[in-house]
């Protein structure tokens, strides 16, 4: 992705993190429980596959969210603010301008909430047992949701095409790996079907069903031969939107 976000191939950028705890501080479970939650009663579960009793939980949230939302809302950071904060601060501040943005909150209510609780760490917080959006929460996280939709034409590609990936003007939000424009591969899997996104990206190209491909890439042919391994092939499932055919 372009700026900050999927930064395959660049130097420089400092030490990596081998710490291979999911979770590093016990808040941490926290933030995955909210977004697990939010995803869970988002409103587009009751036209979802499989499809979600979302209008009979105990719940004001009426709004859509998806990976795409979190998604979005880390990438729409400024890109030094991005590199700053750890995983799961970024997944907070997306959840926080969210609730914000779609006024379930004010930002100086969520100023004062903030402040409460970094002067009293040890209290309560408030509790509001909802048992049916409970159970959804672990059915959801056992099932998730679909985007996939019969398919309704051919393909433009097929196993074996050689492509070329586009180079589309910056969204707020891509599927499309920075390290990957301009680049060329072979068609290795066309999946059945259609798949939708959850958030339309605008001049980025995706969100309404398309194909999916599976596209192989010659390590070499990304990174260049003397920072690649020997017979290494890279591959990328790409909405058809961002595939062409290669020259």
């Known amino acids: 992705m372009k700026l900050q976000h999927h930064l395959g191939g660049i130097e420089n950028l400092g ?15 926290r933030i995955f429980g909210i977004h697990a939650t939010m995803m869970a009663e988002s409103a587009h579960l009751s036209g979802a596959l499989p499809a979600y009793p979302v209008k009979e939980l105990q719940t004001n949230f009426d709004s859509n969210w998806t990976w795409a939302s979190l998604r979005t809302g880390a990438e729409d950071m400024q890109p030094f603010e ?37 002067a009293h ?3 309560a917080l408030p509790e509001r047992p909802a048992p049916r959006l409970a159970a959804q929460v672990d059915a959801y996280l056992q099932r998730g949701d679909s985007g996939y939709h019969e398919p309704d034409r051919a393909p433009n590609f097929n196993v074996g095409d050689k492509v070329r990936i586009a180079d589309p003007d910056a969204a707020d939000h891509t599927r499309l790996p ?15 079907g259609r798949y ?32 690649s391994e020997p017979l290494t092939t890279i591959y990328a499932d790409l909405y058809e939107a961002y595939v062409r055919a290669a020259s």
């Open 82 to 118: 991005y590199f700053k904060y750890r995983y799961y601060e970024k997944w907070l501040s997306g959840i926080a301008q969210f609730f914000v943005d779609a006024g379930y909150i004010s930002a100086e209510e969520l100023e004062d909430k903030s402040a409460f609780y970094r």
């Open 15 to 29: 030490p990596v993190n081998l710490d291979t705890r999911v979770f590093a501080e016990p808040w941490e479970q």
């Open 178 to 192: 920075g390290y990957l424009r301009n680049k060329t591969g072979i068609v290795d899997l066309v999946y059945p």
């Open 196 to 227: 939708a996104y959850f958030v339309s990206t605008g001049v980025d190209g995706i969100g309404e069903p398309m194909p999916v491909y599976r596209i192989a890439f010659d390590a070499a042919s990304i990174w260049g031969r003397d920072k």
């Open 121 to 123: 760490p040890d209290a």
